[in-house]
């Protein structure tokens, strides 16, 4: 069992920026593929970017040189997952989620298996 918890949401003006961090404690020791998802309600989960257990990294291209996702990865654990957003837009309003689940390069929400609580980001014009 991995249980996250997601922290740095706020309020901010576009063009700003914001740095999100998912705490994972529990079952860290295991390689999982890691990644942020945000979804607006009424609309599907977005997958944002992800970093997989080879520790490569791809990005949605709504975020691509925008976003950049990191992990404190130390034998094959990762206990602080980050997300650094800059330039922010307001289309970038959203729940945020922290994942983790997988081997390898995961990209589809149902192959996840641990869920954080979210983080709100909303940017304003």
């Known amino acids: 069992q991995v249980q996250l918890v997601e922290s740095g949401g706020g309020s901010v003006q576009a063009g700003g920026s914001l740095k999100l961090s998912c705490a994972a404690s529990?079952?860290?020791?295991?390689?999982?593929?890691w990644s942020w998802f945000r979804q607006v309600v009424g609309k599907e989960r977005e997958r944002v970017a992800t970093?997989?257990?080879?520790?490569?990294?791809?990005?949605?291209d709504s975020v691509k040189g925008r976003a950049t996702i990191s992990g404190d990865n130390a034998k094959n654990t990762i206990s602080l997952l980050t997300l650094q957003m800059n330039s922010l837009e307001p289309e970038d309003t959203a729940m945020y989620y922290c994942?983790?689940?997988?081997?390898?390069?995961?990209?589809?929400?149902?192959?996840?298996?641990?869920w954080g609580q979210g983080t709100q980001v909303t940017v304003s014009s």
């Open positions: 994942a983790a689940g997988g081997y390898g390069m995961v990209l589809t929400s149902s192959e996840y298996n641990y």
């Open positions: 529990g079952d860290t020791y295991s390689t999982y593929c």
């Open positions: 970093l997989d257990t080879d520790g490569r990294t791809t990005y949605a």
